[in-house]
Every structure is written in C-alpha cells, then in structure tokens.
C-alpha cells in the first residue's frame, strides 16, 4: 500500500498539465515557427483532413481566423498528448514506487510523440527535456509539490489550479519569446537584395523607382506595387527551406529528366516582370490581390531541354509543403520561376526560394516552395480541385472600389485596381447612378511603360474618378473593359468555386 499512498491525483493532473504546456514551449523555444515545431505537422495533418464543404464555410465565415484556430487546437492537442504521457508516467512511478520512472518516462514518451510527429529528432529533444525537468521538478521540489497538491481543501484546490495556471502562463511565455527570436526574416524589407550572374539589379531598382511616374497623381489612391503583399497558403507554419539543401527536379512524361540546384537556377538568363497575384477566395471587396516586381527565369528554358511528351498536355508542380497543382502545359511555357520580390530576394512567406508565376492564372495556381515539375500523361485533380474550387484557370476581370474620399470643394475622389489577366484592362468605367449612365475614368499607364526591359503583360492599373456627389444616397459602380474591348461580366458570384465576379458597387 505505500505506493499507492503517494498516488496524488489532483497534484498529478497539474504536473500533467505543466509538461505538456513545457513541451511545446519548449519546441517553440528550439525551433520557432518552423515545421519542426512540434505542432506544426500536427496543424498540416488537420488542415488536410477537413473535408473541403467544412474547410469552405470555415474560411467564408472566419476568414484567416480559421487557420489560426485551426493552429490553436493543434497546441492544444500537442499539449494534450504529452499531458496524458506525463500523466500515465506518473502513475506508473506511483504504481511500481520507483521515484525515477516518472521523469524518464515522461522524457522518453514526449520525445517518441515529438519524433513521430516532426521527425526532427533533435527539436524534439527540446519539447521532451522540458517536460521531463517539470515531472521531476514536481517529484523533488516539496515546495511546488505542496502548492500543487496535498490534501485539497477548496481553497488550497483553488491556489492550485491559481499556481498551474501561473507556472503554465510563465512557461507558455518564455517559449514563445525564445522561438519568436528564433523566426527566420518573414517579410521582405529584412530580405536581401537578389543577387544572379544574370540578374541586372539596376533595372529592378530603376523600375521600382519608376513606378512613381506611372501611377495617378493621387496619394489617396493605392499603390501600383504593394507595400504589403497578401499571403495565403495552407499551412499556419510555412517550409523553411535553405538554397542549399534545396532543388528541383523535372520528372515524368519527358525525353530527359534532371535536377537543377539553386546555382543552376541562376545560371539560366535572368528576367524581371510586374505581376499581378488574385486569391480565387478574394471576395469583390476583398484585399487579396497585389502586385510585385518579380525576378526570375522563364520556365521555357527548363521546357526546351526536358522536351516534353504528355498526352493530357498537363503539368503537375509540387511543393514543400505538400501543396500541388495540375494545368496545362501552354500555361506553364512562358511562366516566370521566380527568386526576387521588389529587388529583394523571394521571401520565405512567397515560396523562397522557388516559386511559380503563371501568367494570368488564379493565385493558386503560383505553386511557391516549388520542387517538382512533373509532366502528366492523363489529367489529374489539384490540391484544391480537390476540395472543391475550380482549380487551374483564368482569373475573371475586376475594377475594385478601394477609396473613396470627399474633398474640400465638395467633390469626392473614387478610385482602386483594375484587373483581368493577361486580356488587360484597357477602360475603367464608372457610374454614380447605381448603373444607369457611365463615363470613363481616369487609368494609370500600363507598368509596361515603366522600363523597356521589364514586362508587365499580367498586371493591374490604377483608376480614379472625381465627381459632384448628389444629394442623398447614391450607389457608385465600377467596370472594368479588357484588352479585347469586352466588358467584365455584370452577374455577381460568390468567390466559390470560380473566383468572385461582378460589377463592384458601393453605397454613399
Ligand atoms: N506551395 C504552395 N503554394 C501556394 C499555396 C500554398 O498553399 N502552398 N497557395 C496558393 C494560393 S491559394 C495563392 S492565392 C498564392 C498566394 O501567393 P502569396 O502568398 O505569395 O500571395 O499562392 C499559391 N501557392
Ligand atoms: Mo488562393
């Protein structure tokens, strides 16, 4: 009966507790927001099993909330987990009386769960010592083991679970400020500049500096090139990839496959594109569509010496983080696999250090972390296709409403983005009467003009429109005319499963 006289229940549970918030703290601590993070396979293997009607409702209701609960409850699971460990290596110390088993045990259970998880044997070390130290910090510390357990009247039961969640709150804490230190650079100011024997850094430079000149003289108007460039990818912790561990390899239906290594990559003739980048979630008031100036080379240069021979004429590109995409291969020919964003070197968040451009196609379709061009002999589904969105295929041509600001003299200045893919926009078009008169607003030149050597055929324009606001309320429309002089498509439509479409209106 000894042994079991020092069975504790309710101190046990705490120390449980403790070791599971210790576990992850500390993996965060040793590796940040990485997919080494021991919650960060756990958020992947969630993510990929939402079927996608849930994974639909969740984003159109939550928005990018969803993925960052979707995080939570992976912490909470790892937490979970390591806390049940902790919990049966208590009660086998308990059981079998040896004061040593509960610590080990703990420490062996964490580190086997953070392996099987990550697979990153040495991270795991940081989530498994953490947990041992307080299972063991609770069996020899009198003083920690009194507060936390003990014979439990209600107010000592209350100093416990106050105790817990302080010690859990500290910990939690310390984890996060460590990792938080231990981020790789996300955005890209801190980025370098993008450096190629074949990249002509001076162009990039001039370029962005003469954005200025083509944009509408009006600084309430948003930029031609994104100060903040929208992100979206599936995952809430993004691969960390190094140049040099990395490659990409052509494969499948080809004459000849090979692999080509970050210095490969720069060797091939080096080009610079303003391009335009539209999320198919992006709601028509949406805000994820943005345009950089990017750098990179053109995949006909890898097509030309794998010569492909597909029957479905489709291209499956694979990612890092398991992400995958199927279109036609007329569509990856001239798209751009891209290093540099704004002169700087891609960063981590767009794909570094590889990602795609594929002119005029939806965001998704731009498969960054790229590692695998594989040419397909029979037509498959992508990771999106999949859950039920339309997949590969043009973007539908929008104008966005984006400012609206009444100016001293009573008129009011309207304005945003013009996009359509590669067709161009060629008009904006406005109406102040909810749709019944237009007239034609004032268009940024095209980015083409910026600079002889950088193209920009898949790349929005600016509008702007002032006009005498009537009395009362009134309702602004925005449309947009295309390269061929067809008029965006007035029928509005939800962003699933083709992108939102429609005329972008705006009540005053
Ligand atoms: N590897 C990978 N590539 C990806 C994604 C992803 O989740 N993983 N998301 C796609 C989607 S849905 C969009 S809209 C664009 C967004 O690119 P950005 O994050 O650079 O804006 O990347 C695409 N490429
Ligand atoms: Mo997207």
Redesign the pocket.
């Known amino acids: 009966m000894s042994s079991l006289a020092r069975f504790r229940p309710d101190r046990d549970d705490a120390l449980a507790l403790l070791a599971g918030v210790a576990a992850v703290s500390g993996s965060y601590a040793v590796a940040g927001p990485r997919p080494s993070f021991v919650a960060s396979p756990v958020e992947r293997a969630v993510s990929r099993t939402v079927p996608g009607e849930a994974l639909a409702l969740a984003i159109a209701t939550l928005g990018d909330l969803a993925q960052q609960l979707n995080y939570v409850m992976a912490v909470v699971l790892v937490v979970a987990a390591v806390a049940v460990a902790a919990r049966v290596a208590l009660y086998a110390g308990a059981v079998t009386g040896n004061r040593a088993a509960p610590p080990v045990l703990t420490g062996a259970l964490t580190w086997t769960l953070a392996v099987a998880a990550s697979g990153a044997p040495l991270v795991a070390v940081g989530a498994a010592a953490p947990a041992a130290l307080v299972v063991l910090g609770g069996a020899v510390s009198p003083g920690l083991a009194s507060r936390l357990g003990g014979p439990a009247p209600l107010s000592s039961k209350r100093r416990r679970a106050v105790t817990t969640l302080g010690a859990a709150v500290g910990i939690a804490g310390a984890g996060y400020l460590a990792g938080e230190r231990a981020a790789p650079d996300a955005t890209a100011e801190e980025a370098p500049d993008v450096r190629g024997p074949n990249v002509d850094s001076e162009t990039a430079e001039a370029a962005l500096a003469d954005v200025e000149a083509q944009s509408i003289d009006e600084p309430e108007l948003p930029p031609l090139v994104s100060d903040r460039?929208?992100?979206?990818?599936?995952?809430a912790v993004d691969?960390d990839l190094t140049a040099e561990e990395w490659s990409l390899s052509v494969t499948g239906a080809v004459e000849e496959s090979f692999t080509l290594d970050y210095e490969g990559v720069l060797d091939l003739p080096a080009e610079q594109r303003f391009v335009t980048?539209?999320?198919?979630?992006?709601p028509l008031d949406g805000s994820?569509m943005?345009t950089a100036l990017w750098t990179g080379t053109t995949v006909d240069h890898l097509l030309e010496r794998a010569g492909p021979d597909s029957d479905c004429g489709c291209v499956r590109l694979h990612?890092?983080?398991?992400?995958?995409?199927v279109f036609p291969i007329e569509a990856l020919r001239d798209s751009l696999l891209a290093y540099g964003m704004n002169g700087k070197l891609l960063p981590r968040?767009?794909?570094f250090p590889l990602?795609?451009l594929v002119p005029g196609h939806?965001?998704?379709?731009?498969?960054?972390?790229?590692t695998e061009i594989e040419f397909l002999n029979e037509d498959a589904d992508g990771?999106?296709e999949q859950r039920g969105w339309q997949g590969t295929g043009e973007v539908v041509p929008i104008a966005k409403i984006e400012t609206a600001v009444d100016r001293d003299g009573g008129r009011r200045l309207v304005g945003g983005r013009a996009y359509g893919g590669t067709r161009g926009v060629s008009a904006v078009e406005v109406s102040v009467d909810g749709g019944d008169t237009w007239r034609e607003a004032r268009l940024s030149e095209s980015l083409s003009e910026v600079h002889d050597d950088v193209r920009a055929d898949d790349a929005w324009r600016q509008w702007a429109l002032e006009y005498d606001p009537p009395e009362g309320s009134h309702t602004v429309v925005a449309r947009m005319i295309d390269g061929n002089g067809d008029v965006q498509p007035r029928e509005r439509r939800e962003p699933r499963p083709r992108g939102a479409s429609g005329w972008v209106r705006r009540e005053f």
């Open positions: 460039f929208y992100e979206v990818d599936i995952n691969p980048l539209r999320c198919v979630s992006d994820k943005d990612a890092a983080d398991g992400y995958f995409q968040g767009h794909g990602r795609t939806w965001g998704e379709i731009n498969v960054k972390w790229l990771y999106w």
